[in-house]
C-alpha cells in the first residue's frame, strides 16, 4: 500500500488555530470533453508540485541521506511508506501531482487534469475533482500510479483545468510538452 495522505484535522495551539480540507473522490473520466476557455481573474494555479517515483536501480538514491538529496530521499520514503512488499512498492511507481489554486469568489468549481502517457500516444485521459461553492486558496492532489503507470507508461504532458459549473474553463496551467 502506497502512502495515504490523512485527512487534516483541526489543529489547535495556544493563540492559534488551523484548519486543513479534506480533498473530495477523485472520478476517472471516459472522456475528456472540450470546453469553452474564459479566463477569469478571480481564479488562479499559483503553484504545481510534480513528483516522478521509481525504482531505486533507475535513480541510484537508495534513501539514505545522499548529500543534496535530501528532500528527494524525504519525498521517496514519504511516498512508499506503508509498502511491505515488492509488489506494494511497485504499485507507488508513477506520477504525483499537487495543483496549488485559488478562488477569490465563492463558486462550484471543477478541477480537471488532463494528460497523456507513453504508451497511449495521443490519447488524453483526464480526472476531476469537484468543490461546489468554494472560496479561498485549495491543494489538489492526483496519482497516476499502480496498474495505470504500470500498464500505460510514465506521463508525457500534462495540463490542469479549473472549471466553472461544469462548463467553463476559468484558469489552467499545463507542462511544457502540451500541445
Known sequence: MCAVLLPWALVTFPG????????????????????????????????????????????GIKG?????????????????????????????????YTFFWRAKRSADLTVRLEYRQQKTGGMVQAREVDYPATHGSHATRFTINGDDYIEQGRVSAWRVLLVENHRTIVALSQSYLWR
Not at 28 to 46: I, M, Q, S, V, Y
Request: aromatic fraction near 10%; proline fraction near 5%; charged fraction near 25%.
Open 64 to 96: 539514505g541521506g545522499t548529500e543534496g538529496a535530501e528532500s528527494i530521499t524525504f519525498e521517496r520514503r514519504h511516498l512508499l511508506y506503508g509498502a511491505i512488499t515488492g509488489s506494494d512498492t511497485r504499485d507507488c511507481y508513477g506520477n504525483y
Open 16 to 59: 492559534l488555530s488551523a484548519r486543513a480540507e479534506v480533498q473530495p473522490p477523485i472520478r476517472l473520466l471516459a472522456k475528456a470533453d472540450a470546453l469553452p476557455l474564459a479566463l477569469d481573474p478571480a481564479f488562479e494555479f499559483r503553484k504545481v508540485k510534480s513528483y516522478f517515483l521509481e525504482s531505486v536501480l533507475t535513480t
